[in-house]
T-cell receptor
Framework: DGGITQSPKYLFRKEGQNVTLSCEQN?????MYWYRQDPGQGLRLIYY???????QKGDIAEGYSVSREKKESFPLTVTSAQKNPTAFYLC????????????FGPGTRLTVT | QKEVEQNSGPLSVPEGAIASLNCTYS??????FFWYRQYSGKSPELIMF????GDKEDGRFTAQLNKASQYVSLLIRDSQPSDSATYLC??????????FGQGTTLQVKP
């Protein structure tokens, strides 16, 4: 089955701790993205990557970091510098280039207390 | 002004009716337009995309694009209770980035 997997589904952390969210895809897509969604709001782009070993900041990159060492994997680290990290985090991927139709993973709901 | 605007709703329609969801965008150079459906607590699911002016039909769904008016809409015919969800409009800007609207909540009443 081709698709995008994110783990874990729910994650709880104490304030001040870094946490890494996993995203894996077996669709052979070149581009991968991270978004966050807050209640009643649309999706906001955190980081994106068009090819391995390259990534760009999105609109709200502060307090986050990513890596793209393999085509299939694009993990997101939420650092202690992120002021309001509690949110629904969504990973997506697309063929070819940025802007083609994106397909989403099931998401990780992060709660920081 | 938001780059992609949608009425948050809720839009309530009776079962079997046509639901009309609307979206406006500010970047005249935008080229691609997408509709996602998101059930409560779930991730968005792509249901339609449209690149050219006019209508594009897929089953009970029709996407309509009017670039001159910077307007894209989604029609759902024969609405079912299972269509109750939030519908997100997304617009690909000239830069290549995808910008999402806040979403319109649709309620289909049996």
């Amino acid at each position: 089955d081709g698709g995008i997997t994110q783990s874990p589904k729910y994650l709880f952390r104490k304030e001040g701790q870094n946490v890494t969210l996993s995203c894996e895809q077996n669709l052979n897509h070149d581009a991968m993205y991270w978004y966050r969604q807050d209640p009643g709001q649309g999706l906001r782009l955190i980081y994106y990557s068009q090819i391995v070993n390259d990534f760009q900041k999105g609109d709200i990159a502060e307090g986050y970091s990513v890596s793209r060492e393999k085509k299939e994997s694009f993990p997101l680290t939420v650092t202690s510098a992120q002021k309001n990290p509690t949110a629904f985090y969504l990973c997506a991927s697309s063929i070819n280039r940025v802007g083609y139709e994106q397909y989403f993973g099931p998401g990780t709901r992060l709660t920081v207390t | 002004q938001k780059e992609v605007e949608q009425n948050s709703g809720p839009l309530s329609v009776p079962e079997g009716a046509i639901a009309s969801l609307n979206c406006t965008y500010s970047d005249r150079g935008s080229q691609s337009f997408f509709w996602y459906r998101q059930y409560s607590g779930k991730s968005p699911e792509l249901i339609m995309f449209i690149y050219s002016n006019g209508d594009k039909e897929d089953g009970r769904f029709t996407a309509q694009l009017n670039k001159a008016s910077q307007y894209v809409s989604l029609l759902i015919r024969d609405s079912q209770p299972s269509d109750s969800a939030t519908y997100l409009c997304a617009v690909k800007k000239v830069t290549g980035k995808l910008i999402f609207g806040q979403g319109t909540t649709l309620q289909v009443k049996p």
